[in-house]
């Protein structure tokens, strides 16, 4: 796609076709500027298939507030639609709409709460409650849908990763695997869940993080193509980077030539007063080399140098390195915690995709309509109960326990406030034998989740910085119970009701059953 | 991210930093402007876990090249790098460098080879040939492979999907689950592997493919809050869109409901002399539901009537419908193939993110260094046979049986011509015992498959229009053995090596291994 398309196909036509033909039947039915709201939430966790995750880390707000701002109705766009025909040749989008959309086809009626980027979010929760006319409420769907599955998905891979590398250096490295330009969106989401730096220059400069790398395979093949050896690639690379000297060593043989090589490089490079970084590991067992690969560099004098590894690793690989090392490091006379505590992970394909699990389920459902002076929920009744939707306006409230930790999200009508409660009954968003009811001394904080970001049109909300985000991501995950938090099998958070508002979903589960008998 | 940031995170930077580190350590040693190849190739099909593809569908490549064109060094790139601090604070990239890359950091020297998109490509079989001076070459990689892996992968879904749908109408739909803008990238990979539209606007509206698309259930849902019915709700759908009437019958209950307030509207439109469209079925037994749905339809005298199917599909799911609708529509008195040939797949998550298996894992590794005159085949001699590449300048065959199948695609030396054999022989890439011969009779046709595409920095290849480029798949897939295009355990399709390149590819890892003991 050459760059003047890129306008049209990820500006405000970055939608569903059908948000547009549904927009031209409200505007048909002159309910298009009816007041209504819907609200973004994920059904379940991402199930890597042997493993699940217990919580998720919210990312892409501010990318997609950036496409809010920008994305509007432009001459170029509604040319094209006033061109869509339908079976019979004739227009599918007729004049008056199409001058409806010219004059009022922007996101300035619609206001947006949103739980911020880098918080630790649950299953069933609102993340994003969107008010405004119908229209344009609906037509903004898909891009916002797009903007935060997608980085949440991989802000919640980096976190698990993070985890299983006990919150070593992690580094993004899935440029050339990721999903197109997505790729970017996926860096970024990957620095706010867990990753310390990406090898991905262009976003790394945007976000204002130094890019890392160093060296391919291909230049030790260069150089041995060329009659030089690779001992003789890596003294030209300490030569040009004598400060920044990190060898991948497995050209050949990990060994018998790559650690060899690179220790001579290195007491060369002390020699004359520099310090060499360290070395990676991109093939083979990687726990045995490192251990390995440890004992050289430790023997050698060089035992603060990092062991970079990488090669399709993900949290659960990193899992098993750290255990195998843990049972294995001794017998080789090196120490576990001293080699786990220089390791650096580059994790590529498997962070950037989010393998087993490409995709967050995240929807966006109608659940109110203001009409003849109030909000009206909305339910949708084919649903079973575990999937039906929590109706109406509601707040989100984190409860946390007598250690700190967070205990339970709550939803409460919006004229509810729990810190005002003595006692706090938290009921089971659809099972009526499931309760919990917790007292005042039981509970240390009560926070509420949700901020105006977006009221009437205008950006009220100020973006926090991406190190502001990593640090909101580091305080919740460490104040998750560390069932929750666990990589494998994690313990199910409480996502609960108030009474209030489970009352209120029955009753409507009931009128709306009695109305469609 | 906001559009003025999108040119230095998508143009040239959208690489890795160890490209850059390379380029100036080749700069520093003099061997920059050396000339190598690289060729582009993927080692396996993409495993989805209980199925794996026989053989891919190649895309990305006009992309590719609308990147290069418009990729290079301008001022805020060269500032930034110039900006770039090693570990001790000092600049990682020198003056006389950067200014080397303002005056030649384009893609003028590169020229490139490569396989046609839509054409079926197999493993272990160069893609995509670059040859040019070592550091554009070598920075130019990580955005080729994004491009190609991606559409590639998607491409690839696509055709198996539209396959397994006996190739009735298949609807992309994943716009809100694919990876940020990287879901444009994927929606015209879909429809050069198989899609026949989307439902994304924009991307369609570029490519020149109607977008498609009807209503989601919040407009019943918005309809039932404001007091109305399941039904007025059809009837406004049908009133604003007479000649394309879709209804989605699964909000209330699809039996009772959906369907028959679907057919009371198709009966008014038919009044007024409209044809109904047919009907979308997103959950439930889609099987199932689809007999009771064409059964209710055929009586009320809408035989021809689509029925569209979505909800989480994929090939197996669809191959697992239609055998379930073979085997129980007789039951009901409906015509199983009848059924299937009003069927529409609309499919979303599992197209855009290649559900399964979420990467192809491409990889661009050097092959040969172009040195004193001649051109120096490069070998990796770390990877076990299997993996070691084919080394050197390389022609790409494909060599048709009696039937006129494609039976293997053969790698031969660039002054090779199979189409000048007798008798071919087909070695195996890596296993001495296992080999073919095939003589003149037994083959119908020997056709080149890498094209001249890019020379001296021009573009010198006439770029196909995704029609072409579909036809080109058809044709290709048409022409695999039933065993290669099978969905699950597909039959492992041949790549050879003739003769020659067998013996140089034996000769260099003898000398490789000679030189690293």
Request: with cysteine; net charge neutral.
């Amino acid at each position: 796609m050459r760059s003047s398309e890129r306008q049209i196909a990820e500006g405000i036509l970055f939608t569903d076709q059908y948000q547009l033909t549904m927009a031209q039947l409200y505007y048909r039915m002159g309910l298009h500027e009816k007041r209504v709201q819907f609200d973004h939430f994920f059904r379940q966790y991402p199930d890597y298939g042997a493993h699940q995750a217990g919580y998720c880390i919210n990312a892409g707000l501010e990318w997609f507030l950036d496409w809010m701002q920008e994305a509007r109705f432009r001459e170029p766009e509604l040319e094209y639609l006033s061109k869509q025909t339908g079976r019979t040749g004739s227009p599918l989008f007729a004049p008056d709409f199409l001058d409806w959309l010219r004059r009022h086809g922007s996101f300035e009626g619609l206001t947006i709460r949103a739980i911020p980027e880098g918080r630790v979010v649950h299953a069933n929760v609102p993340l994003t409650v969107v008010q405004g006319p119908l229209a344009m409420a609906q037509i903004v769907e898909t891009s916002l849908l797009n903007h935060l599955n997608f980085q949440t998905l991989i802000a919640t891979k980096a976190a698990r990763i993070h985890d299983s590398g006990r919150g070593r250096l992690l580094l993004e490295f899935g440029l050339r695997r990721g999903h197109g330009k997505g790729a970017n969106a996926g860096t970024r989401a990957a620095l706010i869940g867990g990753a310390d730096f990406s090898s991905n220059v262009g976003v790394s400069h945007v976000l204002g993080y130094p890019p890392k790398g160093t060296h391919a395979h291909s230049m030790v093949q260069l150089f041995m193509s060329l009659g030089m050896s690779e001992l003789e690639a890596f003294r030209a690379y300490a030569q040009v980077y004598p400060d920044d000297c990190l060898l991948l060593v497995d050209t050949i043989d990990t060994l018998h030539s790559g650690i060899p090589n690179a220790i001579r490089v290195f007491e060369e490079l002390r020699r004359k007063g520099h310090q060499p970084v360290g070395i990676r590991l991109d093939s083979g067992d990687l726990a045995y080399l490192s251990i390995q690969a440890a004992k050289m560099l430790d023997e050698a004098g060089f035992p603060d140098t990092s062991i970079v590894l990488s090669n399709d690793l993900d949290e659960l690989v990193i899992l098993q390195i750290i255990t195998q090392i843990s049972q294995e490091a001794p017998r080789y006379g090196v120490d576990p915690d001293r080699l786990i505590g220089r390791l650096v992970y580059g994790v590529g394909t498997r962070l950037i995709t989010s393998w087993g699990e490409p995709a967050l389920g995240g929807v966006y459902k109608l659940v109110a309509v203001y009409d003849q002076g109030r909000w009206i929920p909305a339910i949708k009744i084919s649903d079973s109960a575990a999937k039906t939707p929590n109706p109406g306006h509601k707040l989100v409230w984190r409860i946390y326990d007598r250690r700190g930790n967070a205990t339970a999200d709550l939803l409460s009508l919006d004229d509810e406030d729990p810190r005002r409660m003595d006692r706090l009954v938290l009921r089971h968003p659809s099972d009526p034998m499931m309760f919990r009811v917790l007292s005042r001394e039981e509970i240390t904080e009560i926070e509420p989740l949700l901020v105006d970001v977006w009221i009437e049109g205008k950006l009220v909300y100020e973006l926090p910085s991406i190190e502001e985000i990593r640090a909101q991501r580091q305080a919740d995950v460490a104040r998750l119970d560390p069932g929750v938090r666990r990589l494998v099998n994690p313990h199910l958070y409480h996502v609960s009701l108030t009474q209030r508002l489970w009352d209120l979903k029955q009753e409507l589960l009931r009128s709306a059953m009695d109305k469609s008998r």
